[in-house]
């Protein structure tokens, strides 16, 4: 299996703040790697697809880049409803596997 | 509007199966693939596998492909993943996605919890 590393597990951060999460893949991906966001109680959410394309509907205060085995997930201005838990996905092996999410929280 | 309804949530006892299904509207069913991912309880999300639209096409993780089945109806827009021999590690809210080509999972369900429990 492909496994995916996210980094940090957890960050408290501030409204306004620029917020980066990281994955790493333990073997080359490409560019085939989503990020989600999940809020408690709810499905998750896809924000970003193929590492950059940001999802119809998603506020253009997130941004994804990186190719080959590191990948970043960026919010410019994080915002009150942006307190959640992001995953990131490989879809280049099977079976698809997910990192093991990293908890954004108010500090 | 893309929806994607779940059936209720399930207490099962170890060994017994349980049937989750997915109705989805607002799309063309078969043109796009309903993949599977479940939550246990405080945990990560884990991907079960994809199934086709329109045909039998079907991916399975091979953590659970001995004791699931995923199929699909047309007739009525729906999917079905059908899991035997539960266990309690089977435990966990059971959400299915719409899925184009087992790439991008961008409509999802609200979940379903599955309890296994004696």
């Known amino acids: 299996d492909i496994q995916m590393t996210q980094s940090p597990s957890s960050l408290s951060a501030s409204v306004a703040d620029r917020v980066t999460i990281t994955c790493r893949a333990s073997?080359?991906?490409?560019?085939?790697i989503n990020w989600y966001q999940q809020k408690p109680g709810t499905a998750p959410k896809l924000l970003i697809y193929?590492?950059?394309s940001l999802q119809s509907g998603v506020s253009s205060r997130f941004s994804g880049s990186g190719s080959g085995t590191d990948f970043t997930l960026t919010i410019s201005s994080l915002q009150p409803e942006d307190f959640a838990t992001y995953y990131c996905?490989?879809?280049?092996?099977?079976?698809?596997?997910f990192g093991q999410g990293t908890k954004v929280e108010i500090k | 509007q893309i929806q994607l309804v779940q059936s209720g949530a399930e207490v099962k006892k170890p060994g017994a199966s349980v049937k989750v299904s997915c109705k989805a509207s607002?799309?063309?069913?078969?043109?796009?693939?309903i993949a599977w991912v479940r939550q246990a309880p405080g945990q990560g999300l884990e991907w079960m596998g994809w199934?086709?639209?329109?045909?039998?096409?079907?991916i399975y993780s091979y953590k659970v492909q001995d004791r699931v089945t995923m199929t699909i109806d047309t007739s009525t827009s729906t999917a079905y993943m059908d899991i035997r021999s539960l266990i309690s590690d089977d435990t966990a809210v059971y959400y299915c996605?719409?899925?184009?080509?087992?790439?991008?999972?961008?409509?999802w369900g609200q979940g379903t919890l599955v309890t296994v429990s004696s």
């Open positions: 607002g799309y063309t069913f078969t043109s796009y693939g």
């Open positions: 996605a719409r899925d184009l080509s087992n790439e991008v999972q961008d409509y």
């Open positions: 193929a590492a950059s």
């Open positions: 996905q490989q879809t280049y092996g099977s079976p698809r596997t």
């Open positions: 073997q080359s991906i490409g560019t085939l």
């Open positions: 199934t086709s639209g329109y045909n039998d096409n079907t």
